[in-house]
T-cell receptor
Framework: SAVISQKPSRDICQRGTSLTIQCQVD?????MFWYRQQPGQSLTLIAT?????????ESGFVIDKFPISRPNLTFSTLTVSNMSPEDSSIYLC????????????FGSGTRLTVV | KQEVTQIPAALSVPEGENLVLNCSFT??????LQWFRQDPGKGLTSLLL?????REQTSGRLNASLDKSSGRSTLYIAASQPGDSATYLC??????????????FGTGTQLKVEL
């Protein structure tokens, strides 16, 4: 299965600023997924990052708040813009395995605290 | 819309005890189900993946079963150890025609194994 390097592992940010999270995969993958995990909650899908096209956002998430880049098949970034304390969460990227062998692999997560 | 529920939400057991974690889902049109472990503030580690055609999967002290028709999966942990303390999440992947690239996560079971 793929190996994902996610940076930063944690950050404390001032409200109103932006943070960009990076995920690097050790193999080429068509899709990458970005999730948010609010304190004490399960994971919620933010968007699907496709190479060569705009990301597909889930209900409740918008591009202006969470712009995503996918410049190639091994790399993606998620930016959390104009942050407020409600954005304090763990953010994770993920890639799927092949349909018949591997499940999803996740990055190590970015723990964001907005003060 | 798929909904995934895990019971119990939290569990505390003495070391050495065998235990069962439960996961239920509302839409049986799944491609596979995956169990993850999450340590506090960290990313997800994949434990077991069960394809929809399979009944169970085993890895070491872990055994996961799947009853797709009834919408249930269980994760059995034998001879629990303090190092097993973590949050356990199940996630279902829909079939290709049902939005197959997305994972829907359960609410999680927070396990504490005491000495």
């Amino acid at each position: 299965s793929a190996v994902i390097s996610q940076k930063p592992s944690r950050d404390i940010c001032q409200r109103g600023t932006s943070l960009t999270i990076q995920c690097q995969v050790d193999s080429q993958v068509t899709m990458m997924f970005w999730y948010r995990q609010q304190p004490g909650q399960s994971l919620t899908l933010i968007a699907t990052a496709n190479q060569g096209s705009e990301a597909t956002y889930e209900s409740g998430f918008v591009i202006d708040k969470f712009p995503i880049s996918r410049p190639n098949l091994t790399f993606s970034t998620l930016t959390v813009s104009n942050m407020s304390p409600e954005d304090s969460s763990i953010y994770l990227c993920s890639v799927p395995g092949t349909w018949d062998t591997y499940g999803y692999t996740f990055g190590s997560g970015t723990r964001l605290t907005v003060v | 819309k798929q909904e995934v529920t895990q019971i119990p939400a939290a569990l505390s057991v003495p070391e050495g005890e065998n235990l069962v974690l439960n996961c239920s889902f509302t839409d049986s049109a799944i491609y596979n189900l995956q169990w993850f472990r999450q340590d506090p503030g960290k990313g997800l580690t994949s434990l077991l993946l069960i394809q929809s055609s399979q009944r169970e999967q085993t890895s070491g002290r872990l055994n996961a079963s799947l009853d797709k028709s009834s919408g249930r999966s269980t994760l059995y942990i034998a001879a629990s150890q303090p190092g097993d303390s973590a949050t356990y999440l199940c996630a279902v992947r829909q079939t290709l025609t049902g939005g197959g690239n997305k994972l829907t996560f359960g609410t999680g079971t927070q396990l504490k194994v005491e000495l």
